[in-house]
Structures are given as C-alpha cells and as structure tokens.
C-alpha cells in the first residue's frame, strides 16, 4: 500500500493525472492503516523529498477532514487512530523542518481533540526524546511541543484550559529549564562554528516560542521562580552578536538571529502587558531595546526585529507607571529622530515591492499583513506617545511634518518621498480611534484633517497621472480612504470622480487604491443611512463596472486575472449600492462577468476574488431580475449556459455557486406558472447521489431542490421523482451535520406536495429524525429542529394541527404526549434566534393550541404547552417580527449578514460552503420563498396576535380552557391580554 500511495502523490504533481490521483488518494483513505502509511512515507529518508512534502501536506488535510468523530461517527477507527499517537512523535522528530511544519500541524488538530484525555502520556512521549547532545532531535520535540501549546495563546481562559497547562507544566518545565541551560552553553561554545550555530539558534527560537507558550495565559510558578535565570539568558541573546552568522546574510530575510531577538521581544510585551509588577529586569530591556533600535539595519532582514522591537516598546509606554521614562521632551525627540522617522521613511527595498509585486505591496497595507512591518510598528508606537503625551509629541512631529512638506514644495518632482514621509506622520499623530470596517472614528484635536485634505491632498488628485509619483497620488488616495468619517458628503462627492478618473491610471497601485477606496465610500453610513443611495450612484455605476472588470480582465492568467480580490470587490459593491440601476448596463456587466468566469474556471486559486465574483453575479440577478419577467429571462440566456459548464466540467470550489444562483433564479419565477423547460432537465441530474456525497455542495443543493418542490410539485409527482427526493432526505437526517437540511426539505415537501402522493412515505418520514432522537446519535440540535419541524407542520395550510400527533399516535400509542414534554417543549427554548424561526414556531404552537385533539386530551400538557410558547415570544422588543417593518428588517439584517461574510473572508475564514449573501431576493421577488412562508403559515403575521387570535376564535370550549390558565397558571393572563386575548 506504501507503494501505490507514494506513487498516487507523484501522480498529484502532474496537472493531467492530478485530478485522478487526488480522487484514488480520497477513496484509499477510507483503508485501514490509510493515516500510518501517510506518516511511513513522510519519515522515509528513501523516497525523495516532494513526495514526502506532498505526503505530509495530505497527511494533514486528512487529519483535519476526519479526526474528530463528532460530525459522521468516526472516521478512523480506534487502532489506527492509537497507532498514529504511539508513532507521530518519534517520526517527527527525525523529520527536516520543512515536514515537520506540516505534521506539526496534524499533531496540533488531533491534541485539540485528544490532548490531555485521550492522550494524556505526549508529554512523556515527548520527554523521552530530548536529547541534551542532539539539537536536532530536540529541536523535533520542541516543534511538536509548540504545535501543541501554541493554540493556548487564542483561548479564553477556563478551568479546563488552566487543567490542561498545569498538567503540562508538571511534567515540562524541569526538562524545559535543562534544554535552555544546555543551549546557551552551547552556543558560547561554538560561537565560531557556523554549522553547528545554526541548529543551535533553531532550538534557541523554538525554545523562546514555547517559553511564550507556557507563559501566554498566567505566569506558571516556575517560570517566576526562575525569572532572573530565564531573564538573564534572554537579555544577553537580544544584546549578542555574532559574525560567523550575521557575516554574508541575504539582506532580504531575516536570518536566524534576528528570528531569536524578535522572539525575545515578543517575550518581553507579554510581560510588560501581563506581569510588568514582577517583570523587575524590565528596564534594562527598555534600554537594550532602544539601542537595538539605533543599531539595526534599514534592510528588510531586520523588519521583523524592528517591528517586534517597536511593539515591546508601545506596550512600556501604555502601562502608566513606566510612562515616565518617555516623558521629557528631549526623549521623545530622540525617540522620533532616531527611531520613528528612519522606520517610517520609504525606503529602497519599498519602493521595488511597488514596482516588482504590488498586490503584495497593497496587501501589507490594506490587509494587516504588514504588522510586521517598520511603517505600521513605527505608526503604532507614535499613536501610543500620542495617548501619554498628546501635546508634546504631537508639536514635535508637526515641526518635522513642515519641514517634510516645505521640502516637497521646493522639489516635488525630486523630493516626493518626503511627501510620502509627511503623508504618514499625520495620520501616525492625527488617528486616536479607528476600526478596519468603518475608519477612523476620532482625531487629534490638535490636527486639523480637513485643512491639511484642503491644502496638501486635493491638488494631488486633481494633477495629471504624469504629474506627480505613482507613490503620491496613492498617499493622496489613501488619505480618502483613512479620513473618510472626518469628510462631508458634499467633500466626498467631490472627490468621487476623481476617484473613479484613477481607475483608468496605467498604474497597478494607484488604480487598485482607487477601488478600495471607492468601495469603502460605498458602504459609509451616517445616521444609521448608507452615505450614498441608489440614485447617487447609478448613474456613475456603468462607467465604474467597466473599468473594474476591464481592470480584471488584464490577467495574462487565470491565477494573475484573480489575484485583485479588491478590484472584484469593489465591482461587487458597485451592483449592491447602484441595484436596479445597473439595469441598462446589464448586458455588458454579465458579458465581462462571464469572460471571466470562462477565465478563472481554469484554475480557482483565490476564494476571496471567487466570493465576490459570485456575490456580484447574484447581486445582479437579485436586483435585475426583480424588475420583470423579461428581464429575468434576459438574465437566464446569458447565465444559464455558464453555470451549467461549471457542473458539467466538475470544477469543485464553484459548483456550491452555481446552484446558489440557479436556485436564486428559478425562485424569482411565479409559483403559479408552470415549471420552466431548462429547469426541468436540471431536475434529474441534482439528484445523482454523488453531488450529495460533497458535504460543500449540500446547503446549496437542498436550496434548489426546494426550489424545484415549490415551483413544480406536480412535475416531482408526474415524473415519479418523489422517491429520490425522500432518499435524499433520508440521507440528510442521518448525518449530525446535514440533519437540518433534511428538515427543510421535508417541510417543503408537506407544504407544497399533495398529501395524497406523501401519505404512503408519512410514517417513515417521522421514523428516522425518531430513530436518531432515540438512539446515541440524539445531539441537542436535532432535537431543537425536531420541535420545530413538529410545530411547522401544525401551521402548515395542507396539515394541520392534527397530522403530526395522528402520525405519531400511528407509529406508538402515547407517544405525541412523551415526544411533547421529553423532547419538543424542552428544546423549544433554543427556536427564540432567528425571528423567522421564533414566528415559525409559535404559529405552530397556537394552531395546536385551539386545534390539536389530541393535545387538548392532555390539561396539563396544554397548560405547559401554552407557558413554554409564552416564554418563546417573551423576547426583547423587537426580536420577533411583526408585519410592520418586517421587509426593512428583513433588508437590514441581510446587509448585517452581508458585511458579516465580507469580513470573515477578509479574516482568511473559509469554508466548503460560503452562502453567497446576495443571491437572497428581497420581498416579492423570492416567489418561491413567499410561497413556501404562505403555505407555512408563518407570513405576515404578528405571532403574538396570532396566538391571541387562535385562542379567541379557534378554540373550543374556550371558556372551560381560559378557566384552566386562571386556575392553573394566572400568572400568564396579563401577557395574554396584552397579546389581543380576550380573558
């Protein structure tokens, strides 16, 4: 098996055999022993190095695809599961770094399942590997060790978390201490042995990363016990020197000494911030530091060193009492002479990232990647001087902003970098409050944003593209993009053109600008309005979409043509702002989106630009297809033919898409005409069940399929495709992960299929969710959907209150009432969030309230019925959606969610399935959704006042029952009478 895996990874490299390769790969992991023969051939030094790389690459995936067992059962069984933790260490260990990071990795997904409790003997694996002699062995077992431990640095802090460092810290910490005593003798005794100092500053850097580690959550007693030991060992690495490492080092990349000083610094914030009353060495680091800062080198090998040196230092200057040491006018001269202003000026090495990658550039900029760089460490450490000693250091950094800007006025064409220089001290000193969403929320009051905008950026906007530095026109642009909240609208639609003129510069930077900022503009708010509607931006929409995806459309490859997610972005947000005023350009817009969707098809390489280019399409339908029937069908001819390529060529990553806007589409159509021809023969193939072995594909899937059941019932039946549809349901609500699905599906069926076709299939349908609820598979949210489904049918037009319960009653004499009070009432708690769910349900309970015999049999389970419902709708104001406002609502919190998946992308979250936010049709565009909520009986109602009405017209024996809750529960009467009942 060996054999046949390694050369299936071979196989992987070759874009022809690759896509066969990775299949067989998928099914052989389903083989016994699959994970072991993985780790065999990653430790294997006779087979060649990408095979192993790709092996452990895999290795991982795999591990994260099917360790956890809490979703489908267990993947893996137990054996093999015991011989991967008996073995991963000891491989590891022998493994070269560039493998180890990758089944670091692994090990780190398994200990976040296993660790401590099902694996409580890796440490003392771990342990018994040190070597005091080989470094490199050692250097396996510290990977491991901070593979697992580092995870702890983003937990909240809990019991079982303090449980599981303590039980670390009881076995770790003596070895711990023996290995950082053995390497600094080390090191001191081959300071001139290049070789062996290599491995030595690995186990040094790994040394520091698990020193962070153990220390991120509380200061273990140890490590206070052993401060000064710890302390002085570090502070002698951040201060040393040695040639034999440092002579002949590649100036691009930080080699490994600077790699241990940055790590050191790291050490040193983390005890300013967290344990600075103890921290007594802290001082001296302050000093090093600041000289460290004076000494190092402008080359990009020393960023991270400076970055992490400079972010030490702002966390002294936050804690108040050590605030003092920076306080004389004569430090915080030197401080921005010596320090800010060498950090924060444009240097050679910046200059050709513009030129040589920018999108790289853009991204260290506008994503947070550039944390670690000088400008933004720079940029922090002056806003935390600012927070102490606002006036003073705000008076010296204008003096050096004037002498920067008189400089420029002398030379524009020679000293633009003392622009750029000046561009980023203001906004350094000038930004007290800023979020990455909505920009900068207050200011200095001793910097006035809108005079130095006036005077200092709006002549480099309205300057010709050869008339000023690529570099200025991007500070002027960015200066937009910061200061936004601080322009009026009248400022901001003055600009606005200009900005739009820039998407036509010949330069990647300044036009890539241009977009963000014109997509940050789009979506400002004030006054709880967006800044600009529908109208201000139509009529600049067709021009902006043209230049964007024309911009896009410049790739020379499929990777290059989607590497700008900002420029798609922004298109995006230029559909979603203008809506159906890019109706007259749709033609043309849907022209570019479908060259390019010819274009990136070929190979999906970024899932950021994919969203948006997704969430575009379905902006465009969503608010195009809603103006008529004949623009929908425009829609559909140029749309269609593209997404069925997408299913018919199998490209993975896009399918979810496509039938997320198939689905938005046919949802548009009216209910009461017949199901559209192209529809009908897509109906077939969504049913083969290996689309639904793709669990990516599922929430999409059932999302058309309910869409095919409201819009053609009658063709489900004619076509005896009812069964297929009920295997798939069978499916669904057999996996944990998928069960809810199952349910909207099934609840589509009893609302829109004539009971006559489902009543052979009735009983069954109850039995597997019952199957599951009876069984070690019940979850808590199978049970909550359980209650819902329940309550549904009960306010379903075709069911009514009596179906369930008869069903049930069929199925087990007595068992309504047990499900009732063991099951449903319990779990209906967990129904209050979504408001859609909330309504849902209590229109379910008040139909079964006045008409459910079988309920209304049970005084006791009615009475306890009717409080858990109360208790339901008993929500803050406002939670439960009543018909005034419900549309706006409806539109707000889609905007919410929208904003919401914009920013989990921009987080790098990603996921198999990504809902696309704007293929959801508002009001009475989604026909289909209208229908469905119709047949549901849960629309335009206030559920409130539907209870009331239920109880006052429905129920029979009204006064005998109302008697019962003065009775019984009195203390629900006044919440009754407030919801309409007469009592």
């Not at 990455?436 to 950026?457: A, L, P, Q, R």
């Not at 630009?609 to 465009?620: D, I, L, P, S, T």
């Not at 069929?810 to 499900?819: D, E, K, N, V, Y």
């Not at 006064?959 to 529960?969: G, M």
Request: net charge negative; hydrophobic share 45%.
């Amino acid at each position: 098996m060996s054999a046949e895996v390694a050369a299936l990874l071979r196989q992987s490299f070759d874009p022809s055999t690759s896509k066969q390769a990775e299949e067989r790969l998928r099914q052989a992991e389903t083989q016994s022993g699959f994970a072991s023969v993985l780790l065999e051939i990653v430790a294997s030094t006779s087979i060649d190095l990408p095979t192993r790389q790709a092996a452990s690459l895999f290795f991982k995936n795999y591990v994260k695809r099917n360790w956890e067992d809490d979703e489908e059962g267990q993947k893996i069984a137990l054996s093999d599961r015991q011989l991967v933790k008996d073995n991963i260490v000891s491989f590891m260990t022998r493994m070269p770094p560039t493998l180890q990071v990758q089944v670091g990795e692994a090990v780190t997904l398994i200990a976040d399942t296993d660790f401590p409790a099902k694996w409580d003997y890796l440490i003392d694996s771990l342990i018994s590997q040190i070597s005091l002699t080989d470094m490199s062995v050692t250097n396996g077992v510290l990977q491991t060790a901070h593979s697992i431990f580092k995870r702890w640095r983003s937990q909240f802090r809990s019991d079982a978390l303090f449980t599981e460092i303590n039980f670390v810290l009881s076995r770790f910490c003596e070895p711990f201490l023996a290995i950082f005593k053995q390497t600094d003798l080390m090191i001191d005794q081959n300071r001139n042995n290049k070789q062996a100092l290599d491995i030595l500053l690995q186990t040094l850097l790994l040394l520091t990363k698990v020193f962070y580690d153990l220390n991120c959550q509380d200061i273990p007693e140890f490590f206070e016990d052993h401060m000064a030991e710890f302390m002085s060992v570090l502070h002698k690495y951040l201060t040393i020197d040695l040639p034999v490492i440092t002579a002949g080092e590649d100036d691009d990349v930080a080699g490994p000494l600077q790699k241990v000083k940055a790590s050191i610094c790291e050490i040193v914030e983390l005890y300013t911030q967290r344990y600075e009353e103890i921290f007594t060495m802290l001082p001296e680091f302050v000093n090093t530091t600041w000289v460290l800062l004076t000494q190092v080198s402008l080359e990009p090998k020393d960023d991270i060193l400076v970055s992490k040196a400079l972010s030490s230092l702002t966390s002294v200057v936050r804690v108040p009492r050590h605030a003092q040491l920076f306080e004389s006018e004569e430090v915080l001269k030197k401080f921005v002479e010596l320090i800010v202003l060498p950090n924060m000026s444009l240097r050679t090495s910046d200059e050709e990232l513009f030129e040589d990658d920018p999108i790289e550039y853009i991204r260290r900029d506008l994503e947070g990647s550039d944390s670690d760089t000088r400008r933004r460490a720079a940029t922090e450490f002056v806003r935390s001087l600012v927070e102490k000693f606002e006036q003073k250091i705000t008076s010296i950094v204008l003096e050096y902003v004037k002498v920067y800007l008189t400089q420029y006025a002398a030379d524009p064409v020679s000293n633009w970098k003392s622009k750029d220089t000046a561009m980023y001290l203001i906004s350094s000193i000038a930004v007290k409050g800023s979020t990455t969403k909505f920009g900068v929320s207050s200011t200095n009051i001793m910097v006035d944003v809108v005079e130095f905008f006036n005077v200092n950026v709006l002549g480099d906007l309205h300057a010709g593209f050869s008339e000023r530095h690529p570099i200025t026109k991007v500070d002027a642009i960015k200066f937009i993009h910061t200061f936004r909240n601080q322009l009026t609208k009248q400022q901001i639609t003055s600009v606005f053109p200009m900005l739009a003129q820039h998407l036509t510069s010949p330069n990647y930077v300044v036009y890539t600008y241009a977009a963000v900022t014109v997509e940050a503009l789009l979506t400002m708010k004030r006054d709880g309005q967006t800044l600009f509607s529908t109208l201000d931006v139509a009529p600049f929409s067709a021009e902006l979409l043209q230049n964007l995806l024309s911009l896009i459309e410049r790739g020379s490859s499929p990777e290059k043509l989607a590497e700008n997610d900002f420029l798609m972005r922004c298109a995006m947000r230029v559909v979603i702002s203008a809506q159906e005023g890019i109706a007259t350009a749709t033609e043309v817009t849907v022209h570019h989106l479908n060259k390019i969707l010819a274009e990136i098809s070929k190979n999906p390489s970024n899932p950021k630009f994919n969203h948006y280019f997704f969430e575009c399409y379905g902006a465009v339908i969503k608010y195009v297809g809603a103006i008529s029937k004949e623009a929908l069908a425009q829609l559909e001819a140029m749309l269609t033919s593209p997404l069925l390529m997408i299913l018919q060529n199998d490209t993975t990553e896009f399918i979810p898409y496509a039938f997320q806007l198939l689905a938005e589409m046919l949802e548009m159509h009216d209910t009461k005409e017949d199901l559209p021809l192209a529809y009908k023969q897509l109906l077939q193939p969504i049913l083969t069940p290996t689309l639904w072995d793709s669990r990516g594909n599922i929430p999409a899937l059932v999302r058309l399929l309910q869409a095919f059941v409201v819009q053609g019932p009658s063709h489900l039946v004619s076509e005896k495709l009812l069964e297929p549809v009920l295997g798939i349901y069978q499916k669904l609500i057999a996996s944990r992960a998928n069960d809810g699905f199952g349910f909207d599906l099934v609840e589509s069926l009893f609302a829109c299929v004539p009971l006559q076709a489902l009543e052979p299939y009735a009983q069954q349908i109850f039995v597997l969710p019952l199957t599951r609820l009876s069984g070690a598979s019940k979850t808590e949210k199978l049970a909550s959907r359980f209650a819902l489904f329940l309550a549904t049918c009960a306010s379903t037009q075709q069911l009514g209150p009596d179906f369930a319960p008869s069903i049930l009653e069929r199925i087990q004499p007595g068992l309504f009432a047990q499900l009732m009070r063991s099951i449903v009432l319990p779990h209906t708690s967990q129904l209050a969030s979504p408001s859609a769910t909330t309504k849902r349900a209590s229109c379910g309970f008040g139909r079964m309230l006045a008409s459910c015999s079988m309920l209304k049999q049970d005084q006791a389970l009615w009475l306890q019925t009717l409080t858990t419902c109360l208790k339901l709708l008993e929500l803050p104001a406002g939670a439960v959606l009543s018909d005034a406002g419900s549309l706006l609502q409806q539109q707000q919190e889609e905007e919410t969610m929208a904003d919401a998946a914009l920013m989990a992308l921009d987080e790098g979250f990603q996921a198999s399935f990504a809902k696309l936010v704007c293929s959801a049709p508002l009001g009475t565009a989604n026909q289909a959704y209208l229908a469905l909520a119709q047949l549901q009986g849960s629309t335009n109602v206030d559920p409130r006042r539907f209870l009331a009405t239920c109880l006052n017209e429905q129920l029979e024996g009204r006064d005998t029952w109302l008697a019962l809750v003065k009775q019984q529960a009195a203390e629900t009467v006044p919440v009754l009478q407030s919801y309409g009942l007469n009592i």
